[in-house]
Each structure stands twice: as structure tokens, then as C-alpha cells.
């Protein structure tokens, strides 16, 4: 009976604690529902502030972009307009050489680079080139050095002149006409011309403007007179009129615009040189003036004494006879000349040329050439004739009939100074040699295996001299060309999927075109294995569910990430070879491993997260005997770093050991600067200062043999103990 009722109860108690213990799953169920809801809205809320960062910072990267953009077009804008005002500078500079050097040869440049020429073609291209320029250069030369000069100048000369004049009619019985006996005077003028000196050897052309001055003393009697004596017949028979005249000049004047045309020569030893010549000119003024001193008398027979001073019947004593100047057109006048002087500029260093000189000009085809129509009759008729001789009708002697076949010769002999510049001389410029064809070279690469062609391969070329480096890729066709100074070429290719050539050394030389054979070997397919790894609690040997991360020895690329299955196990696809395995897990030390992996199974063991676990850094690096961490130890400490923050509860005392390199001073303040350098990189990165601790050991905790090299790398480490976990589980792991 008490069982049955024992039942009853329980069964009823049963009944009654079901509805509640559902109560209390559809409360749970309710709360984590809500928390899975709350976690989500979060994650959506941070998903969506980290869309819009992105997209501000996405913003703000354009921007910043649009903005560099603009500087580097401004920037292109000003390079391409100083590049057209240089190109335009140039370009005048060019015109304006042109324009002052017509004559001048044009400069040759190098022929259009011609790759279809062989070797030997492009040299006897090159060749002909050179020998022509060779031929314009020398005939450049020789216009260039010879001895030439083109001057301009001007010259003044100064000396003793005359008009000599001949042809006078005379006839000393009958005392008609009268003879002349010319007088010279001061003459000169002034010219300038153009001078030619080639060698020795001068030529003078120009113009000049010269005066010659004579005066033409006039009689009829020995002493100089002019002498007209006569009767008064048939009404006074004795009675005789005498005109004497004494002094009776005339003054001539003459210029004339001649044109010089000299030749001649400079001495080479001594500073002289002479010139002989035509001069050919017309005259362009000229004038003359009679005058004199008149005694008139009369003797009569039947009179003591003569009669003078009588004016009323024109009876003078020494009464002064002059006539107003009259005009003399003078003619052609062709004149020999010749001249000797001194190079003065060879003595004072002048820059225009000075020189002085003797010479003499001589007339010899008549220069006159006017001749009144009516001229006077002799001046004794006329002075007979005229009731008053003062009143002489002829203002000039080669006015009267005496003188109608007269003929005049200019003559002018004195000293000469001239002043002449030397002309700058037109230069040919001669050519500069075209640039030599540069050498080519020609790489051929081709599949070891089939012998067939291979294009896409970067073959690099360095100069063994300078060092310079290029790369080329080949075409289609397997080949690369190109041109190379002169020198010897190291050359290497690569090509993906085949193994690197050989370093191969190549020569070139001037007018060469050789082409290089290089084979590169096929690197057979990599064999895939499946690499399996297993993950165990280091203590329990239990199986834990750990992340998995592979990256390469060399790279930080991650190969492959998965998560261990609820018994630890991972496999993945990979090759042989070295890799660095990084695991993490909850509650567990993250752990980096090195795989050499050869087709087998590796066994994973972490250490689980607890109070006492001893850690070394991995990858923690210094420089040598320093205290400074290096960047290449920045995924350690911030691996650490991450830790340490996401288990704030976590306190860890950092300890550093050395090898036993040194003394031991050295090495145990070595190892204490290394332990806080590592404590004060975490303060850095936000770990509090009160969490940490620091010592240094020195070398006296080795792990391994200090005599050899890897025993000490092993030796030099820091490590960290986790002193305290707050009493809670560790949960979150970096």
C-alpha cells in the first residue's frame, strides 16, 4: 500500500515539476533568443558603421585621388607649355642661325635607324657617309683657312696740284695770242672703297671726291708781261698806245668724283705695300678767275714825256685787273695712279688697319671740256679794241681764241692716310659625323625539350661595365632585338613554368649583329598531396577544435584557413615543402609551427591557457646585442598584444635570456633590457602596466648547447609565465 501511494506521489510531483521545468526551457530558450537577436542587431549596427567608414574613407581616397589627379594634370599642363616656349626658343634660335649663316652647310645627322641592313651593310653605309663629310669637311677647311680679307674704308689725302694746261696759241712776231706758265697749289680729297687681300695681293676699288688747284700766269714777254703796243692810225700816225699788263694770272679750280680701281701687293718681310691703278672720274665743279696789275700809256713823238694817268682817256697806272669768277665745266679725266706706304696697324696694334702712303695722280686725256661758243678774241685785240681795257669782255683765259684747242691734265701728288676694317668673313661650318649604328644583339629562346620557340620571356641584359639593366620580353617568335652599345652583357631569362637560364656573358661589338641561342627548361608539375594534422590538448592529449592558418616560408599570403573538426583533425591540398602552421582555440596559447611537410600526418599540441604555463615569444627579433625590437617581429608582439586584451583578467611576467656570448654583466643587462623592451612595446599598445612584470636571466637558463650556433639562437629568447587568470576560465583567444 505504501507503494502504491509512494507512486501516486511521485507521479503527481512528476506532473507537477514538468510544466515548470518547461516554463524554465521557454524561458532560457526565450533569453538566448533574445541575446542572439541583441548580438545580431550589434553585428548588424557594427557591420553597418564599418560600411560607412568604408564608404567615407572610399570618399575620401577618391577625393584625395581627384585631387592628385588635378595636381598631376596642372603639372603636365606646365611641363607641356614649357616645353612648347623651350621648343619655340629653340626653334627662333634656329631661324635666326639660319638667317645669318645661308651658306653655311647643314649639319648631318644620323640616318633613319634601318634594321634590315645587315652588318656589313649598315658599315659600308656608315663608311660612304663618313667619306663624304670628310670631302665637304676638307673643302670647308680650306675655304675657312685661306688667306683672304675683305675690308672697308676710308682715306684722306692732301698735297701740291696742278691743272696742267697746254695747246695755247702763241705768235711771238706778231704778238697775238700769249703763252702760259702754270703754278701749282695746295689739292686733296677724300674717298672710301672696298680693298680685296688675297695672299699677298691686294685689289682697291671706290670712290672720292679730289680738288685740284692751279694758277696760269699769262705773257707775252720775256719778263713775264703782257705787253700790247700800237699806233693811232691812220689819224694820229705818232702816236703809239701801250697796254701793259704785269701779274696777269688765272686762278683755275677743279673737283672731280673719281672712281679708283688699284692693284697691287703687301710685302711679306716688311710692313710696306704699293698700288697702281686708273682713276676715271668727271668733273663736278670748277671756276676761274683773271686778274692783274694794267699800265696804260701813251708816247707821241712830238710830246717829251708820255701820257699816264689820264682816266678820262682811260690812261691807268698800276691799276689792279680782276674779274669776277666764272664758272669751268671740266670732263672725263682718266688719271694714272700709283701709291707706296706703311702698314702702321703691324707697329701700334690697331684694330681698323692705318695706313699711310705717298702717291700721284696724273691726267693724261684732256679734262676740259667747257668752251664758251663765242670766245674772246686774244686778250691784246681785245684790249686794243675796247676803249676801256678795265672793261675786258673774257673772265678767263681759256675763254679767249687763244685757247680754243687747249687741254688741261690734272696732276696731284702728296700723302694719303687711310683707315681700313676688316669685314667679318662668311664661315662654312663643318659637318658633324653621324652617330655610328649602334650594335645589335638578338636573343633566340626556345623550349629545351621541342626545340620550339618560346615568347613572353623577360630576359634581362646588365652591362658587366656600367651596370646598367634592361628587360625585354620576346615576341611570337622567340626573339628579342635590340641595340647595344659596345661592351660585354650578362644575360639571363625567366619564363613561368620553366626554370631560370643560365647567366650567359655576351660581347658586342661595333658593326656586329649576333644572335644568342638560349634553351630554358620545362619545371615538371608539382605533385599534390593531402596534408592531414591533428590537434591535441598538450596536457589531456584530447582532441581540440582549433583554427587553422598556413602561409609559406618566404610570404605572408595565407595558403589556407579551416577549422578543425570536433576531433581536431584538418587535411588540405599542398604540396612539399616548409610552411609555417598558426593555430589558435579557446582557452588554448596560440601556437606558430614549422611543417616540413613530406606526404605525411602532423600532430598539433597547445597548451591550454592556465596559471604557471611558461611561453616563449615566437618570432620575436632584436638587433644584435641591442635592446631595439625589429619590424619584423610586429606579428609577435601584436599577437601578444591582442591576447592580453581580449583576457584582461590574464597578468604575465615577461622574462629575457641570452646566449653565453660576452660576459656575464653584459648578458644579464642585455636580457633585462630585452624583457622591459618587450613590456614597454605592449604599455604601447594598451596593455596596463600593473599586468606586466619583467626580469632577465642572462645566460643562465640555457636550453641548449651555447657552442654552437643554433644552440645559442635557441638560447636568445623572452619568454612570458602567466602569473594569474582572476579565476576564470580563459575563453578568448587572438
Known sequence: MKRIIYIILLAMGLAAVAPMASLVDNNVAAVYAADARAKAKAQREKEKAKLQKAREKAKAKAAKEREKKKKEQAKAAAQKQK?????????????????????????????????????????????EQVAAIDKANAKAEAY???DIAHRLGFWGQVGYSNLFTSSIAFDDQAMTGFQNKDKGFVGGGLGLGYQLRYKQF????????????????????????????????????????TYAFSKMQDKLIGGFVQVPLLFGMELKKLPLFWQAGVKVGMGLLGSSTLSGTLTTSIHDTELIDGLTDMYNHTLVTDEDFSRPSTSVKWGLNVAATAEIGVNLDQWINASPRLRVSLFADYGFLNALSYKPADKAQDIPTRMMENPNPLNFPANSALATTSAANAKVNPFLVGAKLAVWFDLPRPKKYTRDYPKKPTPRMGVYMYDENSALALGGVAVEITNTESGKQMQKNTNRQGLLQGRFAPGEYRISATKNGYYPSDTVLQAVEEFTFDTLRLPLRRIPAPIIYTLCMNVYDEESHEPVEAAARLTALTDTVVLYAAQASDDGFIETPLTEGDYIAHFTATGYMPKDDTIHFVRDTADIFLRHIKEGIKVKIENLFFATNKTVILPTSEQAMSDLASFLLQNPSVTIHITGH?????????????????ANAVRADLIKRGVAAERMTA????????????????????????????????????????
Open 202 to 241: 691686294l685689289m682697291t676699288v671706290g670712290a672720292e671726291f679730289n680738288t685740284y688747284n692751279s694758277i696760269m700766269g699769262i705773257s707775252n714777254q720775256p719778263d713775264g708781261s703782257l705787253l700790247r703796243s700800237f699806233g693811232m692810225e691812220p689819224y694820229a700816225a705818232t702816236m703809239t698806245y
Open 144 to 146: 675657312n683657312n685661306r
Open 658 to 674: 641570452t646566449d653565453a656570448v660576452g660576459s656575464d654583466e653584459a648578458n644579464q643587462i642585455l636580457s633585462e633590457g630585452r
Open 695 to 734: 626580469e632577465g636571466k642572462g645566460e643562465r637558463e640555457h636550453v641548449a648547447d651555447n657552442d654552437t650556433e643554433e644552440g645559442r639562437q635557441l638560447n636568445r629568447r623572452v619568454e612570458f609565465t602567466i602569473t594569474g587568470t582572476g579565476d576564470e576560465d580563459i575563453q578568448q583567444v587572438f
Open 83 to 127: 616645353a612648347r616656349e623651350k621648343a619655340k626658343a629653340q626653334q627662333a634660335k634656329a631661324k635666326q642661325s639660319s638667317a645669318s649663316n645661308k651658306q653655311v652647310a647643314s649639319r648631318v645627322t644620323a640616318p633613319k635607324v634601318d634594321n634590315s641592313l645587315s652588318a656589313a651593310e649598315e658599315k659600308a653605309q656608315y663608311m
